[in-house]
């Protein structure tokens, strides 16, 4: 069973940064397909990002082009999401998520494509 674990979340002012991890130690997420994803109070989970596991394609949601940046680091067996240019509407818990198969720009954004999720940590964004 591969496990997630996130870590970076936390309080920051708009037009900060933070970078957000997502690591595993069992199996190595080179092989996988990484999603994060997003939840806000009243809102549906929504895609933020995604690389893909067969050519390290990007992919990102519209509201975060520019602003977010995914990439791994396969020493580290961790992928990171830095966040710039943070804004209040980035609040939310970010989820990562993973699955063995390659994603598309059709495919990516959709939850239920992913078999492993990690527990979340909570990103704020306030002044």
């Known amino acids: 069973q591969l496990e997630l674990v996130e870590s970076g979340g936390g309080l920051v002012q708009p037009g900060g940064s933070l970078r957000l991890s997502c690591a595993a130690s069992e199996f190595t997420l080179d092989n996988f397909s990484i999603g994060w994803f997003r939840q806000a109070p009243g809102k549906e989970r929504e895609g933020v990002s995604c690389?893909?596991?067969?050519?390290?394609?990007?992919y990102y949601a519209d509201s975060v082009k520019g602003r977010f940046t995914i990439s791994r680091d396969n020493a580290k067996n961790t992928v990171y999401l830095q966040m710039n240019s943070l804004k209040p509407e980035d609040t939310a818990v970010y989820y990562c998520?993973?699955?063995?198969?390659?994603?598309?720009?059709?495919?990516?954004?959709?939850?239920?494509?992913?078999?492993?999720w990690g527990q979340g940590t909570q990103v704020t964004v306030s002044s």
């Open positions: 690389i893909s596991s067969s050519d390290g394609r990007t």
């Open positions: 998520a993973a699955d063995i198969w390659a994603k598309y720009g059709s495919t990516w954004h959709t939850d239920r494509q992913y078999d492993y």
